[in-house]
Nanobody, 118 residues
Framework: QVQLVESGGGLVQAGGSLRLSCAASGSIGIINTMGWYRQAPGKQRELVATVTRGGSTNYADSVKGRFTISRDNAKNTVYLQMNSLKPEDTSVYYC????????????WGQGTQVTVSS
């Protein structure tokens, strides 16, 4: 079983910055893709950014140029640096990890709230 522990959410004013972290532990085996998704009230969960084991990244158009995803493979941790935050970035942010241990797995964190005030 894979456990994901997220941290770094909070309340920030528009234009500010936050950094999210997500550490994976347990039967992680080989971690392939790590990513962040978000879900605002009444909306579907959406992709924010992903990063592969080799470092290739993918971003939602709405965050390109403002958010940066990175990972530390030695620490099994993924980060999301969020700059120039906007009120529309307000959501619960979820960490996601895809990997292979005894079999393929697709694990989610518990979510961390990010609130951007105008």
């Amino acid at each position: 079983q894979v456990q994901l522990v997220e941290s770094g959410g909070g309340l920030v004013q528009a234009g500010g910055s936050l950094r999210l972290s997500c550490a994976a532990s347990g039967s992680i085996g080989i971690i392939n893709t790590m990513g962040w998704y978000r879900q605002a009230p009444g909306k579907q969960r959406e992709l924010v950014a992903t990063v592969t084991r080799g470092g290739s990244t993918n971003y939602a158009d709405s965050v390109k140029g403002r958010f940066t995803i990175s990972r530390d493979n030695a620490k099994n941790t993924v980060y999301l640096q969020m700059n120039s935050l906007k009120p529309e970035d307000t959501s619960v942010y979820y960490c996601n990890v895809l990997g292979f241990s005894a079999g393929r797995y697709d694990s989610w964190g518990q979510g961390t709230q990010v609130t951007v005030s105008s």
